[in-house]
């Protein structure tokens, strides 16, 4: 199993904010926001992880992060010139990947789960990580599955205007190694881009085979792409360490 961090576009929801600074290079409390995505993968033992980059930010997230000998782990960089979708990340990856299973996080999904039972337990098809919402004005924002009472996938959407449940795709997805074809051969979506969820969609792909797998968990997760999901997932980590310093 290897890793891909996807940490490029222009994340123009938070300008000013990241007009001369990457979205995954602000502030999570008292870390940097790509610390959280690694933590989620090298808590799950991989060890070997490509993390996707912007040109202009390429040079400061080099020395923020170097080989990965601090997090024990090594890293390979890559540039995406253009984003054209998180499905274009398979594709940037390829000669990385060599034929091996890949988990990849996104840059800006803040996660507090131990997902390695998952991870080290898949053998193949598709396995994305969903989590329960309260509020249908979030859900409407994101890619929605709708599961089974056996948490079997029945049909993902993104952004529908009226989801078929609360359940959402959250920014962790695992795919065997087929992932890098089915990424070539995918259409582009009305947004032109290549798409993870939705229809077409790389996860969507598996699932019409019958090979794709929702793990739910209850724990806390944030897309930490505006304003105020910045805020909200600062004040949360701030929270978790004077909790662990009472401890």
């Not at 920014?171 to 798409?195: F, H, M, Q, W």
């Not at 077409?200 to 793990?215: D, M, Q, V, W, Y």
Request: net charge negative.
């Amino acid at each position: 199993m290897k890793g891909i961090i996807l940490a490029g576009g222009r994340a123009t929801r938070l300008r000013p904010l990241t007009w001369v600074i990457s979205k995954q290079l602000l502030p999570i409390y008292n870390k940097p926001m790509i610390y959280y995505p690694i933590e989620t993968l090298t808590r799950a033992g991989i060890k070997d992880i490509l993390i996707i980059l912007a040109p202009e930010n390429a040079g400061l997230f080099l020395n923020l992060l170097g080989t990965g000998d601090q997090f024990g782990v090594h890293f390979s960089y890559v540039i995406q010139k253009e984003p054209k979708g998180l499905g274009e990340a398979f594709i940037l990856g390829e000669d990385f990947l060599d034929n091996d299973n890949v988990t990849m996080a996104l840059g800006d999904n803040i996660f507090d789960e131990d997902f390695s039972k998952q991870i080290n337990s898949f053998k193949s098809g598709g396995q994305i990580y969903v989590k329960k919402l309260d509020r249908i004005e979030e859900v409407r924002r994101l890619g929605v599955v709708e599961i089974d009472k056996n948490n079997k996938v029945l049909s993902i959407e993104e952004k529908p205007e009226h989801p078929k449940s609360m359940y959402v795709s959250t920014g962790l997805y695992t795919y065997d190694s087929r992932v890098v074809e089915i990424a070539k051969n995918l259409k582009p979506s009305a947004r032109g881009e290549l798409e993870i969820s939705g229809n077409p969609s790389i996860s969507n792909t598996f699932l019409e085979s019958g090979e794709l797998k929702a793990c739910v968990f209850d724990s806390y997760w944030q897309d930490a792409g505006t304003f105020d999901s910045l805020l909200e997932a600062g004040n949360h980590m701030a929270e978790k360490e004077k909790l662990a310093k009472k401890i």
